[in-house]
C-alpha cells in the first residue's frame, strides 16, 4: 500500500525553527498530516543526533520509529556547500538520507576531520564541494541516497539562476549517476522540471523544508510500496523512478517563483523578462531571475511538448510517463481564511485539530472526505473552501525575490487567476 513520505525538515536545532520541533510533536503531526515516512532533519547536529538515538528505535528495515508508533522516520540532513568551482562560488545545499545512527555518525566524524562545524547549526555550512560530499557519502554508505534540495533556488539550489550550475553533470561530474532524484522545492512543480531533458531518468521528489510542525508535509512524496520495504524499498523506488507522486505546493506561493527585487517592488513574469530584460527599473540593478526565469534558460522542451493535462484531479504528461501530482492549499490556511485570521492563530489549531480528529488525516480530508462531511464538523463555508481547492478556484499573486506569494480562496471581487479544474479523488494516495 502507497504511503507519504516528507523527507526534508528541520529540528528545532536550525536558525530561524520552532522550538517545538522535537520527536514527539514531530510524530503528532505527522498522523496529523496524513504522514507515513518523516525525514529526522538536521541528523548530523550533535545534540539533535544524540536526543534521536534515545527517542527512536531502528526497526531492521532501515526506518526507526518512536514508541511503537505508526510513523516511521529516516535520517536526513541538509547540508549547505560553499565552494569554488569553475570560476564561480557555489552556494548548494544537498539532502542526504542514510539508513543507520552507524552510517550517520561515520559521516559525521568524516565532515568533523575536514574541520566542518556540526554543532552550530542543524543545516551544517561547510567548504565541501557538493561532488565531494557526494563522495564521502557514497564511501561510507553505498545506499546512500544524495539529492539536491530546492534545486531551482537562486541562491541555493543546483539550478540556481545566483550560484548554481547548468546541469548536474557540471556538478558532479564523474559522479552524476549517483543523483537519483532532484527535490522540486516550493516555487517549482514537477511540470516544470519535465522540461529539463537531463531530468528524464531522475526521480523528481517534493518535500516541505518545514521549519514548524503546521508546515508539515505542505509538499511531500508518495511511495508505490509499502512500509515494510523499509529504507531498501525506498531507495529502489527513486533509484528506478518507480516513485507514485507528489504533493505540490501551488510553486507561485514560492517565494522565487518570479524575477524581481523586493526592494524596488519590481515583479517580472518571463513574458515581463523578455520584453524588458532583468536589470531593474528603479535602481538599475540586476533582478533576482526567478525559477520560472531560470527553468525557460535551461528547458530543452516547450511546455506544449508536455502535453500536459488532469485526470481526476493528478497534473500528468501525454508525452512522458512521468508520476502525477497534486496541487493542494494547506487545511490551516483554508480554515485561517475563512476565520479571516492567520494560520497560526489558535482558533484556526483548535478547528484543524476537530476535522483531522473526526474525519481522518489532513491529505485525506483535502482529496477524498465528501464535503456534506466537512460541512456538518466545520460548516459550510470551509467545506466550500475545500470544494474550492479540489476544483482550482484560487487567486494567485506570484512571489519573487524573497517574498512569498499569495493564494486565496475567495477571490473578493478579483477575477481568478486559475481555470476550475475537476475536482480530485483519493487516487494517487491510496
Given at each position: ?23 514527539p510533536n514531530l510524530v503528532e503531526w505527522a498522523k496529523l498530516k496524513g504522514i507515513g515516512v518523516l525525514g529526522t532533519g538536521d541528523c548530523l547536529h550533535p545534540l539533535w543526533f544524540a536526543e534521536l538515538k534515545s527517542q527512536l528505535e531502528e526497526d531492521g528495515s532501515g526506518f526507526m520509529v518512536h514508541d511503537s508508533s505508526d510513523v516511521k522516520f529516516v535520517l536526513t540532513v541538509e547540508v549547505a556547500s560553499i565552494y569554488s568551482h569553475k570560476g564561480s562560488v557555489r552556494r548548494i545545499h544537498n ?336
Amino acid at each position: 500500500m502507497a504511503y507519504v513520505a516528507d523527507l526534508h525538515i528541520h529540528s528545532r536545532y536550525s536558525r530561524a525553527c520552532s522550538q517545538q520541533l522535537n520527536v514527539p510533536n514531530l510524530v503528532e503531526w505527522a498522523k496529523l498530516k496524513g504522514i507515513g515516512v518523516l525525514g529526522t532533519g538536521d541528523c548530523l547536529h550533535p545534540l539533535w543526533f544524540a536526543e534521536l538515538k534515545s527517542q527512536l528505535e531502528e526497526d531492521g528495515s532501515g526506518f526507526m520509529v518512536h514508541d511503537s508508533s505508526d510513523v516511521k522516520f529516516v535520517l536526513t540532513v541538509e547540508v549547505a556547500s560553499i565552494y569554488s568551482h569553475k570560476g564561480s562560488v557555489r552556494r548548494i545545499h544537498n539532502i542526504i538520507l542514510l539508513p543507520s545512527f552507524e552510517s550517520a555518525g561515520k559521516l559525521q566524524q568524516a565532515l568533523l576531520a575536514k574541520r566542518a562545524t556540526l554543532s552550530s547549526d542543524g543545516r551544517p555550512i561547510v567548504g565541501i564541494p557538493s561532488k565531494e560530499l557526494l563522495r564521502i557519502c557514497l564511501e561510507i554508505e553505498k545506499n546512500a541516497i544524495f539529492i539536491p534540495a530546492h534545486a531551482w533556488t537562486p541562491w541555493f539550489g543546483i539550478f540556481g539562476s545566483q550560484s548554481g550550475y547548468d546541469s548536474l553533470e557540471e556538478c558532479f561530474e564523474d559522479l552524476t549517476e549517483y543523483i537519483y532524484a532532484i527535490e522540486t522545492g516550493l516555487s517549482s512543480d514537477p511540470a516544470m522540471n519535465w522540461r529539463i531533458k537531463e531530468l528524464d531518468s531522475r526521480s523528481i521528489i517534493s518535500c516541505s523544508d518545514a521549519h514548524s510542525l503546521p508546515n508539515l508535509g505542505r509538499e511531500a512524496t508518495v511511495f508505490a510500496g509499502s512500509l515494510e520495504s523499509g529504507y531498501s524499498g525506498m531507495f529502489r523506488d527513486i533509484k528506478e523512478q518507480k516513485i507514485a507522486g507528489t504533493i505540490e505546493f501551488y510553486p507561485e506561493e514560492g517565494k522565487y517563483h518570479y524575477t524581481g527585487h523586493r526592494s524596488c517592488n519590481v515583479k517580472y513574469s518571463p513574458e515581463d523578462t523578455k520584453a524588458k530584460g532583468t536589470k531593474c527599473p528603479v535602481c538599475g540593478r540586476g533582478l533576482t531571475v526567478g525559477v520560472m526565469e531560470r527553468v525557460e534558460d535551461l528547458a530543452g522542451r516547450s511546455v506544449g511538448e508536455l502535453g500536459e493535462f488532469r485526470e481526476n484531479g493528478v497534473v500528468k504528461s501525454k508525452s512522458f510517463d512521468r508520476p502525477g501530482y497534486r496541487m493542494l492549499v494547506p487545511l490551516l490556511q483554508i480554515i485561517a481564511e475563512v476565520f479571516g485570521t492567520a494560520p497560526t492563530a489558535q482558533r484556526v489549531l483548535n478547528e484543524y485539530k476537530k476535522l483531522t480528529t473526526s474525519l481522518g488525516s489532513e491529505i485525506k480530508i483535502l482529496t477524498k472526505i465528501d464535503t456534506e462531511e466537512i460541512a456538518k464538523i466545520s460548516g459550510p463555508k470551509v467545506a466550500e473552501g475545500v470544494d474550492k481547492v479540489r476544483k482550482g478556484e484560487l487567486v494567485i499573486d506570484p512571489g519573487y525575490d524573497g517574498v512569498y506569494g499569495v493564494v486565496k480562496i475567495w477571490d473578493h471581487g478579483k477575477e481568478t487567476t486559475k481555470e476550475a479544474e475537476e475536482a480530485p479523488q483519493l487516487g494517487l494516495f491510496d
